[in-house]
């Protein structure tokens, strides 16, 4: 083979390699708005910390219940049953409760979910005493410790609205309980009800 041959094909096989690499070390493009728009999007459907938090609640609970008509008297007691299930994929927490207080039976609806995009826990709340819809939510903080909601609802006896502060605790993986608190404008805020709930170890 000709000398000048000869070099010109080394000098092609030393090229070709330098020449793939350089392609492969290019970056990717960057993602589009669309892109960046749908990933967050599937980030926030997702289940996330407080969704794997509230799996394990899933079951059948005992409730104890106490309703204060009078911050400074007894309250009155009411005992009750509670099942909760995890619905669409693990994202929500659903509970359907049967309970009697003296003569006086009732059930109610309860929906708990947790905002990833927003960082707030809600809670919805219907049942056969009433014909509101109770929707508390709050910032979520650390799955696991106490979280604070807040809401309102209108007193039919003054037609007032009532500021509601509950506070949901986690106390262990066989109890958690509700505290619900309020008062209208002007007043000092009070205990109003209590529910603990229980299960077996």
């Known amino acids: ?18 020449t793939r690499s350089s392609a492969q070390d290019q970056p ?19 289940p ?13 609970w005992k409730v104890a219940g106490r309703v204060w008509n009078d911050p400074s008297g007894e309250p009155s007691l009411s005992r009750g049953e509670a099942q909760l299930d995890l619905i669409l994929g693990g994202r929500f927490l659903q509970e359907h409760l049967r309970g009697q207080s003296g003569k006086l039976q009732y059930e109610g609806e309860g929906l708990l979910g947790c905002d990833n995009a927003a960082g707030t826990l809600t809670w919805v709340w219907i049942d056969s005493l009433g014909t509101m819809m109770s929707v508390l939510t709050g910032p979520a903080g650390e799955p696991g410790k106490p979280v604070e909601l ?26 958690f309980k509700w505290e619900y608190f309020g008062a209208p404008d002007g007043f000092e805020e009070a205990r109003m009800m ?5 299960r077996g170890r």
Do not use: N
């Open 1 to 18: 083979m000709p000398r000048h041959l000869w070099l010109l094909c080394a000098l092609a096989l030393l090229a070709a390699p330098a």
């Open 28 to 46: 990717a493009p960057a993602p589009t708005e669309q892109e960046r728009a749908m990933a967050a999007w599937d980030r926030a459907s997702a």
């Open 48 to 60: 996330g910390p407080w969704h794997a938090f509230l799996a394990p609640y899933a079951g059948k």
């Open 150 to 175: 807040h809401g309102q609802l209108t007193d039919p006896a003054s037609g007032r609205v009532i500021k509601l502060r509950v506070v949901l605790t986690f106390v262990s993986a066989w109890e």
């Open 194 to 198: 209590e529910m603990t709930y229980t």
